[in-house]
């Protein structure tokens, strides 16, 4: 793997484990690198007052943007899967209101990197404010 990939592979998997899912018994985890160089990441939060959870993307958003960053270079999901999980439809566009539609995106298990996409075919035809 890439050291940028590699980097966003072991910090989503150094908190994976923190995810709290005792509901769905669904633990994801997500890294993002921010142009400014950081790594955030983030683990979904299941709640019993569905759907007051929050997935692991919007946890790492919220990270970097109290950070003060507002751009995501690459993005790392990680899942418990033999193939690959990609986010949710609302976790994509949260994920589009911050990244560029050739954002990389790497679809994870535990052990390795299954896919490798981009943001715009995750999302294609994702709303824009500046289309408006």
Do not use: H, W
Not at 35 to 63: D, H, L, R, W
Request: glycine residues 6%; hydrophobic residues 40%; contains cysteine.
């Amino acid at each position: 793997m890439k050291q940028k990939k590699t980097l966003l592979f072991s910090n989503a998997k150094s908190v994976f484990s923190n995810a709290y899912a005792p509901y769905s018994n669904f633990n994801v985890s997500v890294s993002l690198l921010g142009i400014n160089a950081a790594i955030y990441t983030g683990v979904n939060v299941e709640n019993s007052a569905f759907p007051q959870g929050m997935c692991a993307e919007a946890a790492a958003i919220g990270k970097m943007v109290t950070d003060g960053c507002t751009e995501i270079d690459e993005i790392l999901v990680m899942a418990d899967t033999k193939k690959p999980t990609t986010p949710c439809g609302g976790c994509r566009q949260r994920l589009m209101e911050f990244s560029k539609p050739y954002t990389p995106v790497y679809l994870c298990n535990l052990e390795d990197v299954l896919e490798e996409t981009t943001m715009g075919l995750l999302l294609p035809g994702a709303f824009d404010l500046n289309t408006i």
